[in-house]
């Protein structure tokens, strides 16, 4: 045979080995090292229970206070949560919406109560999602035996208790004699105080294709926070007034300041659980969860900065250019479901006559924003490249627009006037948790029909909050 035929029969066999050669594996998951897969849980079983929080509340009454309402306390709860969940067990299969289970609520998925979506005859632990006992049974971590060696997918070792079934609760003090008043045994964790104890979670990966989905602590990691040891613990547990000083200082809180508030962006939520509570009649939560919801809504106003300034040509004005500065978010911003979370630029500009020039970035009455806004956000693709917000599909992003910590973008408008001309631009940087039309389609797939009525008291969907993160006004002059 001449060689050329060599070439092109070796070519026509590979072409119709077709069916017998699949795609290899993208990763191997070592599944009796991680029975949970893919949540990359472990447990260590020792016939020690895991604790309902409102026991651990008897004797730490504030800790209790502070994490009810919280993000944590919700994350299993959380409607926008049980819609996607519904999506992922009906879409994917349970065997791969454990992944998402496993940090939502890990104790009952090691234990396992989960069998999908839905809160229907489930135990109060469960319902408590990242409860007092899944941070404080966690002995250790796994992060360096996972696929891709990193934290990721709930890379966590929990152990509630030792086989004489003592409970042992793992936490920042040395422990004195009356650590646990005989009810746990304490054991100092330098986990604890640091990042690495939030990356299992925080660090959501394609279970199929480990695309980093969310990726706070790896933006954190490479930050000059990281650097300068300002753990999440430092911005997220907490005052507003600490976590100013820990951004802008960069000095780590006294143990005494710290606090379990987990504050975050989610707004939304916090409404929902103030809802839901009022609904209970339980007033003292719904209070509790609007005090969170303030909490958040300053923390989003420190996070950032911007600065409008002119670009001027051929003697006129060409262009006026926005720099939005990333000044206290740990991570990027925003961080996590960055292809749902919408942070974008309202941008107005009117002449003397108050004539507007330029408007961009205001929401319609049913909340949707025009084609064209700058939104500061993640968009991605499934294997076929179409469009997808859903974790078991993503496998790619074709854009990221996210800030980085200390880091800025700029973004520039056409706006040609001639000399003399002064000009007023209105910049506003806003948020909200998802478009609306993302939320509401995830809450409509909630499998309990009526829940909203049910559980919150309300019978339509209401408009996500939008905020104003900062603002700024200023007359550009033509000289
Ligand atoms: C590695 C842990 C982890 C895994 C796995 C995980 N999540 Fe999450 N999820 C989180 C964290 C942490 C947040 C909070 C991020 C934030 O609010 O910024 C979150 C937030 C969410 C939200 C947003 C809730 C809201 O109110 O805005 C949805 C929806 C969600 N997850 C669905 C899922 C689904 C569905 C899966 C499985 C396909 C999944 N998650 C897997 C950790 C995880
Ligand atoms: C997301 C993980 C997480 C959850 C959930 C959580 N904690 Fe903590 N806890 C921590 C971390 C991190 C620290 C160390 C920072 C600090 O000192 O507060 C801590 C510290 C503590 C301490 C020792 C510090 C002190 O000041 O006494 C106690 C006690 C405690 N937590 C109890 C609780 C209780 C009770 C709950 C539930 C109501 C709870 N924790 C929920 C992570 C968590
Ligand atoms: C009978 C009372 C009691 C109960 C119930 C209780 N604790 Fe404690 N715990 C204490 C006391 C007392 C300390 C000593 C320090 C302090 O007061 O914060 C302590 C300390 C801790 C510490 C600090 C350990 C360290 O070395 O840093 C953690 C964490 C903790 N508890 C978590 C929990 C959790 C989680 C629960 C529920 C599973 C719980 N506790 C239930 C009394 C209790
Ligand atoms: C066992 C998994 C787990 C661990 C450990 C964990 N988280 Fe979370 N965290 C979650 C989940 C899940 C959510 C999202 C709940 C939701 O929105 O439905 C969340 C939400 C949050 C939020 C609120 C986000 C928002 O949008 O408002 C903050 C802030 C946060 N976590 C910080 C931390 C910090 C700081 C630590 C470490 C001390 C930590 N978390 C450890 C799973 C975890
Ligand atoms: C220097 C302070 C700082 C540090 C350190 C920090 N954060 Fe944040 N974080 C913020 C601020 C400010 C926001 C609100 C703006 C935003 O959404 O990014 C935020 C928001 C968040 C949110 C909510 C995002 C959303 O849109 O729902 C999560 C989740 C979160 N942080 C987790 C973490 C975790 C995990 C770490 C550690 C790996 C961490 N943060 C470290 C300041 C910090």
Redesign the pocket.
Known sequence: MKPSTIVLLTVAALLFAGPGLAAPPYMQTDTAFYPYAPSLLKWEKTGAD????E??????PE?YEQWQGSMHAMAFQDPIYQGELYLAVTKAGHDTARQCEGCHTPAAVVKGEIKGAGLKGLSPLAMAGV???V???VKGHTHWQTPYHQPENGSLILS?GTADQE?T????????E???????A????KL?TSSELCASCHQVFNHRTHTPLEATYQEWKNSPYSTKSIHCQDCHMVDTKTFKRSADELVRPELAEYRHFFNGANLFLYKMTALAAEKNGNKDLAANALEKYEMALARLKAAAELAVFPVYRNGGLAEIRIRVKNIRAGHNLPTSLTNIRQMWLEVTAAGPDGKVLLSTGTPDQKGKLAKGTRIFNTRGQDGNLNFSIYPWEIETFSQNETIPPKGFREVVYGLALKKGIPVTVHAKLRFRQAAQEIAEKLLRLVPDPGHLEKIYGIKEIPLLPVIDMTETRVVINTP
């Open positions: 895991f604790t309902e929080p026991t651990c509340g008897e004797c730490h800790k409860s007092c006992d941070c404080h049974s509630p409970l609760k793992y936490g920042p003090l040395a422990p004195d009356w650590c646990g008043e005989e009810f746990h304490c054991v100092e964790s604890h």
